[in-house]
């Protein structure tokens, strides 16, 4: 009966060390895999907005930035390629 105790403990303990080498696999090829994309879908340097105009965010998502400005009374989106940096749209937000 001891015997079989043994075996058994030594599959378990087998199993669980196969399973852990496959994990650390997983990861160590993941790691691997990201580093070439960093930054690829954004190469432009500058964006504009009018002149006076005050920017109150920006967000890069999806190969496109999305900049919310204010100039005067008015606020307004602008959506730019992440690539070119020409405007895709631009949209007034008005209050209602």
Do not use: C, H, N, W
């Amino acid at each position: 009966m001891l015997s079989r105790a043994r075996k058994s403990f030594l599959v378990s303990i087998g199993l669980l060390f196969v399973g852990l080498i496959a994990v650390g696999a997983a990861i160590v090829y993941r790691a691997s895999q990201s580093e070439g994309k960093g930054g690829g879908d954004y190469v432009i340097a500058s964006l504009q907005i009018p002149a006076g105009g005050e920017v109150i965010s920006a967000v890069a998502a999806d190969g496109r930035v999305t900049v919310t400005y204010k100039l005067g009374a008015m606020t307004s989106v602008r959506i730019f390629d992440g690539k070119s940096g020409g405007m895709i749209r631009e949209i007034p937000v008005v209050s209602e």
